[in-house]
């Protein structure tokens, strides 16, 4: 049982190592990129299988004891972030066999896409704080080689401001962790949370809680933290962006949950009033910015900023109703912006541009990438059959809870002028009829490797706004123990 | 001793935000490197400072005995350091690999990302969906 722990880490550590070593082989590589995705996505089934059956799991690294070694820790919310990564990791791995070009496979793509996926599970599953700084590293040194493979002058500007200010996050966050260790003497999660009683509220606590806010807020693209990511997400290829968009900004939302539940529980203090003050700048000035973009990639970069207000508002509440809309909200984003991104680059591919207003014809020709669109598109704008619109409604019911009026009617007016974002992309590029000829269609395998993981995504989706309850109770337990950490401290450091 | 060493750390971190906020992108990494430095100081500092007394077990004895230096927050700024040297590393190449494709290191010219055409919203409104 234990083993199963250290998977999420050493499988896409065995995979990209395995991939370096035939990299002179790219067609067993190919297949090993996809044979790694998929054992990776089974460890993540397993992973929320044996949390639903034992309850919070936790590994002492080297048999160290929990204070002084670092500690794995899964639990509900860590377990299903882990399985959905996994899903969409598959996802990309499949449509990047076709959607991305024969140089970047040869410089080096299965491997750091492989290295990308476990600095991410390692944030999610570390209980560790340094630790958790170190798998940050990890997954931002892939994703800085990721973002400027190809070498294109696009791609290469867009790296500059996203390695700059994730310089600056990484600096920030080890500040943080540095002044808390000092305050503490520990580095250790559980045992923080149990000894930052008289460090809360005094002296160097709220600077330090800035501090995480501000490292996290960078990664998360908070307001006014977020002007990296429009800048940056739209110049790679599709598949590369589809992960970034779906998984990177996720890592910081978890970690932000993480830290702000189990060292700074605060309900009516400093911290949750600047919490739902951001997100509701977040909410709003994303999606102002998705409206007058017509850059298909970077009008979803902001709708990606625009949702992380929905889970960050969730944080605010800090009950655990908003919590568990928060965590069912990113668990559906997940999968919703992958999805989106991967259809972005499919429109790119079909019509020969990027401009929305300069698409067109695709409704009436490409019928099936049509209805691939409407599964994520109205997931993210709320509306009812669609897994959006059961986060967004117990976010909205957490917030009449707590008799949050403004942030409620933000939220409310936000998920309209969302609606009218991907309308536009739908009159604009589906709908509007075209002039002229679409480019010809590429060879049937391509065709089926690119679509064919939208689709299983976008029927996924499908399936949980039909069936939400399994993964809504899931969602409610996650929250359920990141309001009582009691079970948490408990399963690190026992007794 | 730790006063010293607080007040070199807060100057560090002042000249690194100055340097950070240059429009020049090397003198950008350039306070990405003091601002390394000055965190790393920082947490030296919060581990509390022990002079001349090493962390070393001595010969014929089990455990340590009586104050001992803290290894843990150098280990911290090991990692710390050889992370940061990495990316230090990575970062040069970018920007030298910038201004081989885009000719420029100041920071306001950095826009070769951005889109260039502006929205006409009168040309728009006449390819509005009847």
């Known amino acids: 049982m234990n083993t199963l722990l250290v998977l999420p880490i050493i499988v896409p550590a065995i995979t990209g190592m395995l991939a370096l070593l035939v990299r002179n082989y790219p067609t067993v590589q190919r297949g090993l990129s996809v044979l790694g995705a998929i054992v990776m996505f089974g460890v993540g089934g397993g992973l929320v299988y044996q949390v639903q059956s034992h309850g919070i799991l936790a590994v002492q690294m080297g048999n160290w004891p929990a204070p002084f070694g670092i500690t794995l820790v899964v639990d509900y919310f860590s377990a299903g972030l882990v399985a959905v990564s996994g899903f969409v990791a598959l996802a990309v791995a499949v449509y990047a066999l076709a959607g991305i070009d024969e140089t970047r496979e040869r410089f080096g793509f299965h491997i750091l896409f492989h290295l990308l996926i476990m600095g991410i599970n390692g944030a999610f599953i570390t209980g560790d704080l340094f630790n958790m700084y170190v798998w940050f590293e990890v997954l931002l040194i892939s994703s800085f080689v990721l973002l400027v493979l190809g070498n294109d002058r696009e791609q290469l500007d867009g790296a500059v401001k996203y390695v700059g200010i994730n310089l600056v996050s990484s600096a920030a966050f080890l500040t943080a962790i540095g002044l808390l260790y000092g305050l503490t003497g520990t580095l250790n999660l559980a045992d923080l949370s149990q000894s930052m009683e008289p460090v809360r509220e005094a002296g160097l606590g709220p600077a330090i809680a800035m501090l995480f806010l501000i490292g996290f807020g960078i990664k998360a693209a908070l307001f006014p933290l977020y002007y990296w990511l429009p800048a940056s997400y739209h110049t790679p290829p599709a598949p590369i962006a589809a992960i970034f968009a779906g998984l990177l900004t996720k890592v910081g939302i978890y970690s932000l949950i993480r830290i702000f539940t189990l060292l700074f529980p605060n309900p009516d203090g400093y911290t949750q009033a600047v919490l739902l003050v951001v997100a509701g700048a977040t909410m709003l000035l994303g999606v102002f910015g998705a409206l007058v973009q017509r850059h298909i990639l970077r009008l979803l970069a902001f709708l990606v900023i625009s949702a992380m207000g929905y889970v960050v508002m969730g944080l605010g509440f800090l009950t655990t109703l908003g919590l568990a809309g928060a965590i069912f909200y990113v668990f559906q984003d997940v999968p919703v912006k992958t999805t989106l991104f991967l259809i972005g680059g499919l429109m790119e591919r079909e019509t020969g541009t990027t401009n929305i207003s300069k698409m067109g014809g695709l409704y009436e020709h490409r019928p099936l990438l049509a209805t691939m669109f409407i599964v994520p598109a109205f997931s993210l704008a709320g509306f009812p059959p669609f897994p959006g619109f059961w986060g967004k409604l117990t976010l909205l019911q957490a917030g009449v809870q707590q008799e949050q009026w403004v942030l409620v009617a933000v939220a409310l007016v936000v998920g309209l002028l969302t609606l009218l974002a991907v309308a536009q992309v739908w009159g604009r590029a589906f709908w509007r009829p075209k002039e002229g000829e679409l480019p010809t269609m590429e060879a049937l395998n391509a065709r089926f490797l690119m679509n064919g993981p939208v689709g299983v995504l976008a029927l996924a989706l499908f399936v949980l706004g039909c069936y939400a309850e399994p993964v809504f109770s899931f969602a409610h337990k996650a929250a359920a123990h990141l309001t009582d950490t009691g079970p948490y401290v408990q399963a690190v450091l026992g007794g | ?130």
């Open chain 2, 1 to 130: 001793m730790e006063l010293i060493i607080s007040v070199v750390s807060g100057v560090l971190l002042a000249a690194s935000f100055y340097l950070l906020m240059r429009r020049n992108l090397l003198r950008f990494v350039i306070g990405v490197i003091i601002l390394g430095n000055g965190v790393n100081l920082l947490i030296f500092t919060m581990g509390r400072l022990t002079r001349a007394k090493p962390p070393v077990i001595p010969k014929g004895q089990k455990v340590l005995e009586g104050a001992y230096a803290n290894p843990l927050p150098q280990a911290l700024i090991l990692t710390a350091i050889v992370i940061s040297f990495g990316l230090l590393a990575f970062t040069l190449v970018l920007v030298y690999r910038n201004f081989a494709a885009n000719e420029t290191i100041q920071s306001d010219e950095v826009r070769g990302s951005e889109p260039t055409d502006t929205l006409d919203v009168h040309e728009e409104s006449k390819r509005l969906p009847a």
